[in-house]
T-cell receptor
Framework: AQSVAQPEDQVNVAEGNPLTVKCTYSVSGNPYLFWYVQYPNRGLQFLLK??????LVKGSYGFEAEFNKSQTSFHLKKPSALVSDSALYFC?????????????FGKGTKLSVKP | NAGVTQTPKFQVLKTGQSMTLQCAQD?????MYWYRQDPGMGLRLIYY???????DKGEVPNGYNVSRLNKREFSLRLESAAPSQTSVYFC???????????????FGDGTRLSIL
């Protein structure tokens, strides 16, 4: 079965420290991978995507993600966390469903950045 | 530029009542989606519309119906609400090219629905 896993329900980081939010996937073929962020009482906001090319993708708000095909991972990273980065983060993969290519989302990781 | 607009933002229903959730996008996107978000379960796709005039079932379609009214609007209807449908509902849209969707989806801020 094709799936996306976010193995950590919560990640706690001190402000100024680097952060990593993990994502692994299991799909056939070459996936399109996405990260979204959700703030309280808001919809999901697009952060970045990997389609093809350079394995290191840069996105909004200083976030980046590294695509690793051999480990089937797409971890989200930021060199220096801010308290305002505290939110819920979702990894998603586009897979073919019939011919429609919809997204499958992970269950989300809550990031908490403490001052 | 409003993006994706959902109405209402909050609603409380009694079991057996019906209601329609409205969604409109102003980005000229051809694809639209309805998801539900439940604690610990991420987002699950209810229905989607790849283009105007087409709708298809997603992962959890039972108890719901949809209408793609035009390119801008995609509504979700609960015919006979059940407590299991208590959730936060999100509408999204994207520009789709080909079979794979490599364009990001844009989300509304959700409808928080409680069914008693």
């Amino acid at each position: 079965a094709q799936s996306v896993a976010q193995p950590e329900d919560q990640v706690n980081v001190a402000e100024g420290n680097p952060l990593t939010v993990k994502c692994t996937y299991s799909v056939s073929g070459n996936p399109y991978l996405f990260w979204y962020v959700q703030y309280p009482n808001r919809g999901l906001q697009f952060l970045l995507k990997y389609i093809t090319g350079d394995n290191l993708v840069k996105g909004s708000y200083g976030f980046e993600a590294e695509f690793n095909k051999s480990q089937t991972s797409f971890h989200l990273k930021k060199p220096s966390a801010l308290v305002s980065d505290s939110a819920l983060y979702f990894c998603a993969v586009a897979i073919p469903v019939g011919s429609q290519g919809n997204l499958i989302f992970g269950k989300g990781t809550k990031l908490s950045v403490k001052p | 530029n409003a993006g994706v607009t959902q109405t209402p933002k909050f609603q409380v229903l009694k079991t057996g009542q019906s209601m329609t959730l409205q969604c409109a996008q102003d980005m000229n996107h051809n694809s639209m989606y309805w998801y539900r978000q439940d604690p610990g379960m991420g987002l699950r796709l209810i229905y989607y519309s790849a283009s105007e005039g087409t709708t298809d079932k997603g992962e959890v379609p039972n108890g719901y119906n949809v209408s793609r009214l035009n390119k801008r609007e995609f509504s979700l209807r609960l015919e006979s609400a059940a407590p299991s449908q208590t959730s936060v509902y999100f509408c999204a849209s994207s520009a789709r090219v080909g079979g794979y969707s490599n364009q990001p989806q844009h989300f509304g801020d959700g409808t928080r629905l409680s069914i008693l």
